[in-house]
């Protein structure tokens, strides 16, 4: 290997390292109705897309007022699927966020949160 294929492996290495993060979701249901769990794959009438912000690779949540609990809540869900998805937004906003704030200091995620308002009957399976 060269030294400029190594200086090119190096500075690929450096780019790519604040594209990388840790981040936390709360998965918590609002306090009143059961909120049940529904596998990934089951059909869902109702589905909602955010971005968090998050400071310091993940560790600190910039967004706390956006949280899967507000979206379960206002739209009455019975039924919850909860994860976090890289959206192309995601990874737009994190490159500009990273030359602004270099070590990706700022960073985005995409939460997303399905659901039903009724219960669905699964036994029939």
Same mark, same amino acid.
């Given at each position: 290997?060269?030294?400029?294929?190594?200086?090119?492996?190096?500075?690929?290495?450096?780019?790519?390292?604040?594209?990388?993060?840790?981040?936390?979701?709360?998965?918590?249901? #609002?306090?009143?109705?059961?909120?049940?769990? %529904?596998?990934?794959? $089951?059909? @869902? &009438? =109702?589905?909602?897309?955010?971005?968090?912000?998050?400071?310091?690779?993940?560790?600190?949540?910039?967004? #706390?007022?956006?949280?899967?609990?507000?979206? %379960?809540?206002?739209? $009455?869900? @019975? &039924? =919850?699927?909860?994860?976090?998805?890289?959206?192309?937004?995601?990874?737009?906003?994190?490159?500009?966020?990273?030359?602004?704030?270099?070590?990706?200091? %700022?960073?985005?995620?995409?939460? @997303?949160?399905?659901?039903?308002?009724?219960?669905?009957?699964?036994?029939?399976?």
């Amino acid at each position: 290997m060269t030294l400029r294929t190594r200086t090119a492996t190096a500075a690929l290495l450096v780019a790519l390292l604040p594209q990388t993060a840790c981040f936390t979701v709360e998965g918590v249901a #609002p306090y009143g109705p059961d909120v049940t769990l %529904i596998p990934g794959g $089951e059909p @869902v &009438e =109702v589905t909602r897309r955010y971005q968090k912000w998050y400071a310091i690779w993940g560790i600190f949540d910039l967004t #706390p007022s956006a949280n899967p609990r507000d979206v %379960i809540k206002r739209e $009455e869900l @019975v &039924e =919850v699927r909860i994860y976090t998805e890289d959206a192309v937004e995601d990874a737009i906003s994190g490159f500009f966020y990273t030359l602004l704030f270099p070590a990706g200091i %700022i960073l985005p995620q995409t939460i @997303v949160v399905e659901g039903n308002r009724t219960r669905t009957d699964r036994t029939a399976d």
